[in-house]
């Protein structure tokens, strides 16, 4: 685990891949993993429309796929089931949008690491009581680096991942100012390109956000 937090850190970029068919989601990574990229979250469905076994299936093609060269984890994780799926899965990082307890512990119990979503400095520290080793702020557009910021000075004990409305605009601010790393999705994760099977290009975009990060 705490070669995972190492990489997470000095990686810096885990890619959101929400609703992908099966079928596309190795040749996607595929194209992700050529352009640099080393971890990657596939996200759970909140409505049910897809089966949380369907979504543990597809990590578990990933992780065996990408064993010991990509790190897979799971994102949208809202129930202690999702976690235990997640391990059996392979996955090695459990993501939520919210900061619930029982989801934090059970991550921590089987030897995860945490990112539970919070924005809030109750919500933050609470969530780092619990045993989250990084902090998912979100939605980060809607708050932006000055509110990063804020949040850092008091709260410097603990690392932080902005999620929602990261681009390679404003990377660098957040960047200098102290995040420990981002979660990205549709900038890099281009549905056109996925369904024109254009992952020549999906290794570019991985390679320009690669490039923010490395220089």
Sequence with gaps: MKDLIKTIEEEKIIVI????????????????????????????????????????????????????KMYIGAG???????????????????????AYENVIKKTKELGLVSM???????????????????????????????????????????????VGGVDENNMSEYLNAGISGFGIGSNIVKKDMIDNCDYENITKLAEKYVSIIKN
């Design 17 to 68: 891949v929400r609703g992908v068919d099966s079928n596309k989601l190795i040749p996607l990574a595929e194209a992700m993993y050529k352009g640099g990229i080393k971890l990657l979250e596939v996200t759970y469905s909140a409505n049910g429309k897809v089966s949380d076994e369907e979504t543990a299936q597809n990590i578990k093609a990933l992780a065996d796929h990408f064993k010991g």
């Design 116 to 162: 539970p979503g919070a924005i809030t400095p109750t919500e933050i520290q609470n969530a780092h009581r619990c045993g989250a080793d990084f902090i998912k702020l979100f939605p980060m557009s809607n708050f932006g680096v000055s509110y990063f910021k804020a949040i850092k000075a008091p709260l410097s004990h603990i690392k932080f991942m902005a």
């Design 76 to 98: 949208t994780v809202l129930t202690e089931k999702q976690v235990e799926l997640t391990k059996q899965a392979g996955g090695t990082f459990i993501i939520s949008p919210d």
